[in-house]
């Protein structure tokens, strides 16, 4: 049994990026950048209007100024504003020449039908400044970045049309044990229903990932040996949930060995997901993971999520947060680190859900995230800050 983070470290060590291709950008959510992207313009591309109202010279705003001209957005100004002199003009539109501020509708009156007076001093300029967000050759995203909706925008304003991004890996997911039935069966006595394949499909295609059930495993070495060789075949990663304890049919790990599988870890000191194991095939990858699905759950997220993010050239930073705990926690077993299901109160505060061990999964439909007890700690007081790690 080793550590968490020797079996993070081991895991990370194997990690190794895919290829590389070209995909149109309204078909690159969630995908990570194989290279930087270079702006080809300046932005703003010009002076431009941050409101509605009147370009004028600010040294002239205590006098009546004279209406040149209206200029809308997308039309260039036909005339230059001088002395007492102004141009009406909407928000985004190119601020003409010899103006150097923006007044605001709302602080103007009109004299007349070619003419107004400023009732109200802008502060500001109004004016957003050529190339002061963007210039030529500038990097706007970087190579590494995983691709939101926001991503998105700014490769459309610089023209990245065809992103550049890693392949997405391949993952199989093979689900073993004979009291295993699909949801749309009703089970009979000392039967489960397969919450965990379902799970692990959208835990995978949530990150950009793509999925490949092979189904349920009976507690059959040659059927889950064929199972597990198909996978490896034909995808990066491996998941197998279940299999992997000290029972009379959990032979997970020997097939790995039959298989030539080169195990670097099958258990590690966490609750939930100790008999969590690791193993490399040539290029592949994979993971032997417990059946009890709140196990299989964290134990994806702390350890496959992570490495599934690198192999796609993204560096994944977990989203922590610190809270002071809502009440005490206490537990009896310290020799291993727990990862507990909590959600976040009205107050801040942060709340261990109701939680009956590691077959409870609907303890986290409602969880925010989960906390960390090291080894050797037994006590959490209310009001001790805690990180967060968000799910």
């Keep these: 049994m080793i550590l968490f983070e020797q079996a ?5 060590r194997t990690s ?30 010009f002076n431009k209007s941050a409101m509605d109202g009147y370009a004028c010279r600010r040294e002239d705003i205590d006098n009546e100024l004279e209406v040149l001209e209206i200029i809308p957005a997308g039309k260039a100004p036909t005339k230059s504003v001088n002395k007492n002199q102004c141009s009406k003009i909407m928000t985004g539109a190119e601020v003409p020449k010899g103006a150097d501020c923006v007044i605001m509708v709302e602080h103007t009156e009109e004299i007349d039908k070619n003419k107004i007076r400023v009732i109200k001093e802008n502060r500001n300029s109004n004016i957003s400044l050529k190339a002061e967000d963007v210039k030529i050759n500038d990097v706007v995203l970087k190579e590494g970045t995983k691709i939101s909706a926001q991503h998105i925008a700014v490769m459309a304003s610089v023209g990245y049309v065809k992103p550049m991004v890693v392949k997405k890996p391949k993952v199989g997911i093979i689900i073993t044990g004979n009291e295993i039935v699909e949801p749309n069966n009703k089970p009979a006595l000392s039967q489960i229903r397969n919450s965990n394949a379902y799970q692990l499909i959208a835990q995978i295609t949530n990150i950009g990932a793509i999925p490949k059930y092979y189904g349920i495993a009976k507690d059959d070495e040659k059927d889950t040996y064929e199972k597990i060789k198909t996978s490896l075949t034909e995808n990066d990663v491996t998941l197998i949930t279940g299999g992997v304890s000290m029972g009379d049919f959990d032979f997970v790990p020997q097939i790995f060995e039959q298989i030539g599988i080169n195990i670097l870890f099958d258990s590690i000191a966490v609750k939930p997901g100790k008999p969590t194991t690791f193993g490399v095939y040539e290029n592949k990858r994979c993971f032997g993971l417990p059946g009890n699905p709140v196990s299989s759950f964290i134990q994806f997220e702390l350890l496959v999520r992570p490495l599934l993010y690198s192999m796609m050239g993204h560096d994944y930073k977990p989203v922590n947060i610190k809270l002071p705990l809502a009440v005490d926690y206490n537990r009896k077993n310290t020799k291993r680190r727990s990862f507990i299901p909590i959600l976040i109160t009205d107050e801040g505060e942060v709340m261990p859900v109701e939680y009956h061990g590691s077959a409870h999964i609907h303890s986290l439909s409602e969880a925010h995230g989960i906390i960390s007890v090291p080894i050797g700690c037994s006590t959490l007081k209310k009001g001790e800050i805690v990180d967060v790690r968000q799910i």
């Excluded at 993070?8 to 990370?12: A, P």
């Excluded at 190794?16 to 950008?25: A, G, K």
């Design 8 to 12: 993070y470290e081991l895991i990370m």
């Design 16 to 45: 190794y990026t895919l290829d590389n291709e070209q995909v149109d950008l309204n078909e690159s959510l969630n995908r990570v950048l194989a290279e930087n992207v270079i702006s080809d313009i300046e932005m703003p591309p």
